[in-house]
């Protein structure tokens, strides 16, 4: 069975670093999403993407954060100058359309841990 | 703001019993409400999804319902069993599936 894919499982950055967060959607997906739950919190809704651009963002998705589809298979979170509060687990989600009949797929996550 | 709370934030019960975990939503222009279940460091897995004009869907022993008008879904799970145990989570995509909000979350323990 498809499914999503991210890497790394987990990274450690130092404070102020930049971090990309990859993902590999479902193949023939073309709504993309990113979510954070930082530990003990709420699964909170980052961004999504259609169509090479982003569809809506939250007000979590301020200018240190930037997403991109660089190729045909991978999506892509690159948060910059990091702090100590972006230590998080990231999931990626895909959806084949928007469709409300449609749930989304997620992957398995990236745990940021910032030092 | 669509607000999403989930009741009780954490339940325990025996294997076999019949459980019903609940969600109550703020807004009721909803494009669909998802139940997910998500274990310990994973991710989330999708259980049912009801869109806004249905009012309950059915997996197994699992079945979802949901009242706009009350602003509320219940997730209903017959005859539990040890390997239910997980996190369950409620969440609504707002009209047109562009973003997504969370409740935080039922944590079941189920006794064997």
């Known amino acids: 069975e498809p499914e999503v894919t991210q890497t790394p499982s987990h990274q450690v950055t130092q404070m102020g670093q930049e971090v990309i967060l990859r993902c590999v959607p479902i193949?023939?997906?073309?709504?993309f999403y990113w979510y954070r739950q930082i530990l003990g919190q709420k699964v909170e809704f980052l961004v999504s993407?259609?169509?090479?651009?982003?569809?809506?963002k939250s007000e979590i998705f301020d200018d240190q954060f930037s997403v991109e589809r660089p190729d045909g298979s991978n999506f892509t979170l690159k948060i910059r100058s990091t702090k100590l509060e972006d230590s998080a687990m990231y999931f990626c989600a895909s959806k084949l359309v928007a469709a409300s009949t449609d749930t989304q797929y997620f992957g398995p996550g990236t745990r940021l841990t910032v030092l | 703001k669509q607000e999403v709370t989930q009741i009780p934030a954490a339940l325990s019960v025996p294997e076999g019993e019949n459980l019903v975990l609940n969600c109550s939503f703020t807004d009721s222009a909803i494009y669909n409400l998802q139940w997910f279940r998500q274990d310990p460091g994973k991710g989330l897995t999708s259980l049912l999804l009801i869109q806004s004009s249905q009012r309950e869907q059915t997996s197994g022993r699992l079945n979802a319902s949901l009242d706009k008008s009350s602003g509320r879904s219940t997730l209903y799970i017959a005859a539990s069993q040890p390997g239910d145990s997980a996190t369950y989570l409620c969440a609504l995509e707002d009209t047109g599936g562009f973003k997504t909000i969370f409740g935080a979350g039922t944590r079941l323990f189920v006794k064997a």
């Open positions: 193949s023939n997906h073309l709504y």
């Open positions: 993407f259609y169509n090479n651009e982003i569809s809506e």
